[in-house]
């Protein structure tokens, strides 16, 4: 009697039409916003025309065929590298090396605005990994090509910039372990793009001297390399001068080549990244305006997902428990994209992202009302019967 009832009122089946139309575009909507662009986008990475070098633009990498072999009994070791950062406003990882189980624990060098940071793995005072970190401002300047030096030794370690001494270190200590594994340009392991140019690139196991520094800069500022004899041929070196094609090849001894793939790809994707990751640094997690913003949108995104669905579900006659099967349906769709965001090179898959949903559902469901139908359907769908619509309600 009570199904027959909600088929006979017009008002209720329009209502429904329309409920039904907006769910359509919420969900829509929310679909095309977690999975585009649905593939793996070109990889954007291109050769400099007129000059040695590669740029990275929106979403680039170039990684290593093999990993980097250094000396790992040594105690010094540098690294040098020419580039020229697209914007002194932004934030990436300009080159990292995959050497640990987990991604986020690795080498890398990172701009940040104007400034550089250095990252490696290391433990603690009770034996957990972190990641030290160690930062020099005011390194980079706007369309400006320059000359970074990384250099280690017993003294400590110290930050060239075109030759010249801009910062030092004795507790942010480097050695040949830490420049080994596979050689990620343009990006790190987990997705984390930098825009610029780079023209050359050279890894040593060993300390080199002041002067040799200088000496080098001069030459790669003048698109030489900066190796004059064999004596001192570094573990890797990227002079970039192929112009074309995508491999570029190896000129120190380690002879192990890069590559620039046709699409873009991320080396260590997470899958459900777990909620308490990003709680574990404050540089890239939970104190960063992003992580606050992304926890904004997601849950802000899904409110009207979760009120609609409700409504929606409460307009089946035969639906039992609308608010409910709206809040699983909702934490469903979450978990879908989620899963597939670990196929799309360009988003992450992240249990915090779920979390997030899931409340922007629950506040949804809890914002809505039954007795909002009868206000909605108008006129004589105030006299439905109020059992059909306890019905619709459970």
Request: hydrophobic share 45%; aromatic share 10%.
């Amino acid at each position: 009697m009570g199904t027959q009832v909600w088929r006979d009122r017009p008002e209720l089946g329009r209502l429904r039409v329309a409920v039904s139309a907006i769910c359509s575009c919420i969900l829509c909507v929310i679909l095309v916003a977690g999975l585009w662009p649905f593939h793996a986008p070109k990889n954007d990475v291109q050769w400099l025309q007129g000059g040695n070098g590669i740029r990275f633009g929106n979403r680039g990498i170039v990684v290593s065929a093999d990993g980097i072999r250094t000396d790992a009994h040594r105690d010094g070791c540098t690294l040098e590298i020419y580039l020229r950062p697209a914007s002194v406003s932004g934030s990436g990882t300009i080159l990292a090396l995959d050497d640990h189980p987990d991604p986020k624990y690795v080498f890398a060098l990172r701009q940040f605005d104007e400034g550089i940071a250095l990252q490696r793995p290391a433990l603690d005072r009770y034996g957990r990994l972190v990641r030290q970190w160690w930062r020099t401002n005011n390194v980079f300047a706007a369309g400006k090509s320059i000359v970074i030096a990384i250099t280690s030794g017993v003294g400590g370690t110290v930050l060239y910039v075109n030759g010249i001494a801009a910062g030092s270190s004795s507790e942010f200590g480097l050695s040949g372990a830490d420049l080994r594994g596979r050689l990620i340009l343009g990006n790190s392991a987990v997705q984390d793009s930098w825009h610029g140019d780079v023209m050359g690139l050279a890894i040593y196991d060993r300390a080199l001297a002041p002067l040799q520094i200088e000496k080098h800069a001069g030459r790669w500022l003048h698109d030489q390399t900066p190796v004059p004899g064999s004596d001192e041929l570094p573990a890797a070196l990227y002079r970039f001068d192929e112009g074309h094609g995508r491999v570029i090849h190896d000129q120190g001894s380690g002879g192990n080549s890069l590559h620039i793939r046709p699409r873009y790809f991320i080396v260590a994707p997470a899958f459900l990244e777990p909620v308490w990751r990003p709680f574990r640094s404050r540089w890239d997690g939970w104190m960063t305006r992003s992580y606050w913003l992304d926890a904004a949108i997601n849950i802000a995104g899904f409110v009207p997902f979760g009120f609609f669905f409700a409504l929606r579900f409460s307009l089946a006659p035969t639906m039992r428990s609308p608010r409910l099967m709206a809040l699983l349906f909702g934490v469903a769709v979450s978990l879908a994209i989620e899963t597939l965001q670990y196929f799309l090179p360009t988003r992450d898959s992240s249990m915090t992202d779920l979390v997030n949903n899931s409340i922007g559902t629950a506040i949804g469901v809890g914002l809505y009302r039954p007795s909002w139908i009868r206000m909605l359907a108008g006129g004589n769908a105030a006299t439905v019967n109020a059992d059909v619509l306890r019905a619709g309600h459970k």
